[in-house]
């Protein structure tokens, strides 16, 4: 009997749709909660400063259970938004969570593979560059959905950041061992209840040097600003938030000696 090997987009979706009820909640209790409330509040404070009193229509790609989307409909009733992901499990809880609110829909939606024939004024991916079977391919159909000067924003991981490296490390460590997995969950349950245990070689997030996220954009899109977010590997629960917390102001806008996880870029299509 011959074993078929996985495609990267088998892998994502069997994991993500496992994983709902994590992306539902935003407890802000550990770093990766805070990164997904920093980005979010980048994205909507970019969005608003050109779309404030305006009708926008707004295209989240990869929005797991629907919360950042449903965040920016309920901000502003002049936004027309859509919320994708590859995991039907995320896409149906979306529906149902957010049925109430009217400029909100949802829909299955694989960005190696598809797209949405409409265009967009902003289209924006939190936590998705590093999960995607061709980063090219993608932003190619990305922009093929925006007009000019419509607005890109999306999230990636920086594969030379310090606490990134110390991140890889440990999961390294980890998954050479069953014994080291099980100790690292029961301290993690210790620390925190609610917390997503380890789960070995899960991990499939890809990160990249600033340098090639720059080269794939330098055709279609224009940057117009990138932040850093995300100080610290977060294996210290709220302490490891309190820590993040304090770096972030010092270095979130020039980060010279790369401690920032995770980078913001907000471009323009040309
Ligand atoms: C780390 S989660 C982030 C979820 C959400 N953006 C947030 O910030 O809460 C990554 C999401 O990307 C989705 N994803 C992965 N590959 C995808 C693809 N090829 N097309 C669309 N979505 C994808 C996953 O299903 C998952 O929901």
């Known amino acids: 009997m011959g074993s078929k090997v996985k495609s990267l987009n088998d892998v994502s979706k069997n994991r993500f749709n496992k994983e709902v009820k994590f992306w539902t909640e935003d407890s802000g209790k550990d770093i990766i909660s805070w990164e997904r409330k920093r980005r979010l509040e980048i994205t909507k404070k970019e969005i608003e400063t050109y779309y404030k009193d305006k ?4 295209l989240e790609i990869g929005c797991g259970a629907g919360f950042n989307i449903s965040e920016l409909a309920k901000h502003n009733e002049n936004w027309t938004c859509l919320g994708t992901d590859i995991a ?3 896409i ?23 797209k949405i024939k409409k265009t967009f004024d902003v289209i924006f991916l939190m936590g998705v560059i590093g999960y995607l079977e ?12 925006m007009k000019k000067d419509s607005l890109l924003i999306f999230t990636y991981g920086n594969s030379q950041s310090v606490f990134r490296i110390l991140r890889f490390s ?12 099980r100790l690292y969950n ?3 349950k210790k620390i925190r209840k609610d917390a997503l245990p380890y789960s070995p070689l899960a991990n499939i997030f890809v990160p990249f040097k ?33 820590s993040g917390k304090f770096l972030e102001k010092y270095f979130h806008k020039n980060d010279p000696l790369k401690l920032g996880m995770t980078n913001l870029i907000i471009a323009r299509k040309k």
Do not use: W
């Open 134 to 145: 061709d980063n090219k391919r993608a932003l190619e159909k990305i922009a093929s959905m």
């Open 55 to 58: 009708k926008c229509t707004i």
């Open 88 to 90: 039907p499990q995320m």
């Open 92 to 114: 149906q809880h979306a529906k149902k969570k957010y049925k109430q609110q009217k400029n909100l829909q949802f829909e299955v939606l694989n960005i190696d593979k598809a």
């Open 170 to 181: 440990t999961s390294c460590l980890l998954d050479s061992s069953p014994h080291f997995v």
């Open 210 to 242: 600033k340098k090639r996220i720059h080269s794939l954009l330098e055709e279609k899109f224009k940057i117009v600003d990138e932040e850093a977010l995300c100080f610290s590997a977060g294996f210290f629960g709220s302490l490891s938030v309190k």
């Open 186 to 188: 029961s301290i993690k």
